[in-house]
C-alpha cells in the first residue's frame, strides 16, 4: 500500500491525523474492509435461536 492510498483510506474513513497515533495501517485495513461490507445488501440469512442450538 502506497502512502496516499493509505492517507485516502483514512480520509474514507474519517480518521483524523490525532486519530492516526492511536492506530496502525492493519487496524486501518481492517476497518476499511468492514466498512465495505457494512454496505453489502445481499445478507439474506440471519441466525435464529434454533440455529445457534444446532451449533
Known amino acids: ?3 496516499p492510498l493509505f492517507l ?3 480520509v474514507q474513513l474519517g480518521l483524523s491525523l ?4 492511536l492506530v496502525t495501517i492493519g487496524m486501518v485495513n481492517d476497518m476499511y474492509a468492514e466498512s465495505r461490507n ?3 445488501k445481499g ?3 440471519i ?3 434454533s440455529d445457534f442450538d444446532l451449533f
Open 38 to 40: 457494512d454496505e453489502f
Open 1 to 3: 500500500m502506497t502512502t
Open 47 to 49: 441466525a435464529q435461536q
Open 8 to 10: 485516502l483510506r483514512c
Open 43 to 45: 445478507w439474506v440469512q
Open 18 to 21: 490525532r486519530d492516526l497515533d
